[in-house]
């Protein structure tokens, strides 16, 4: 079973590697949202359905993904309680009566009864955090959701969500962060850690670059690789991200069972402190 940490100020036990559904050949503008409806994947859903085998218990998706019905039917057969599963509202929908329809919509699709986490995907420009704070605590407090999250705030806008709830505490924040991309580490990094919130690391593989590495990186990482019985690239960049932090969760896309397999070995083993020092100086050549 894959390696798992606590998320978080919670007691939740959370693979630390979480499957990502987003796919990006699929439309997923906000504006055609709404009766929109994504053609089902087998390929995505074996997939899924490997992962949570193998004890990946943590997925990420959104409204604006088209994926929740896909991860409803990946989760048929397994035990609900068994699994964390996060979903995003989008933005045009903060306010506060549009946030309740919008947690219904997305636990119909889910055909789930909770949502563990129910993230903001973006900050709105439009409604006050304090007016989506609002429903999100009657969402908890009608047993919607489990757990509030945010997308994509910056330290100032997770420091005003933080303000703004008055029952329940924020839990994490979803940005993006690996081993080409680490500007969370000036402030937003060391902040959650000091709060205990949870930082889910979305794009942990760069869009894939780092499945295909630089040069530099890839000399570094194949000497790595030798060290640890070979593991591959995307597994080293994923080890890479939960040793950074015991708050972070990377959640790479996962679009297959080859995909579960691989990115689960990104877990249950160590990269040593000279091997990470060793791929941040081949990052930043
Ligand atoms: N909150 C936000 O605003 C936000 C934004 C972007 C993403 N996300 C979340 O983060 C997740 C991951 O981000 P992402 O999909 O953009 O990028 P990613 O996981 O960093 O990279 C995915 C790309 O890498 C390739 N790849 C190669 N080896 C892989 C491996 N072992 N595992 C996974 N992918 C591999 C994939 O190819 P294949 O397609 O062939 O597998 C795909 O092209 C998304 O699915 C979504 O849940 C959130």
Known sequence: MVEKRSFGWTREHISVIGMGTYYDTMETSPDTFPGKTMPGSKTVVEGLKRGLELGLNFIDTAEVYLTEPIVAEAMQNFKRDDFFIATKVWPSRAGYEDLLRAADRSLERLKTKYIDLYQIHWPSRRVPIRETMRGMERLVNEGKIRYIGVSNFTVTQVQESVDSLSKQELISDQVEYNLLVRDIEADLLPYSERLGLAVIAYRPLSNGALANPPRKVREAMDSISKRHGG?????????????????????????SRERAEEDAGGAGWSLTPEEMKLLETAARA
């Open 231 to 255: 593991k591959t690239y995307s597994q080293i960049s994923l080890n890479w991200i939960k040793e950074k932090s015991p708050a972070l969760f990377p959640i790479p896309r996962i679009s």
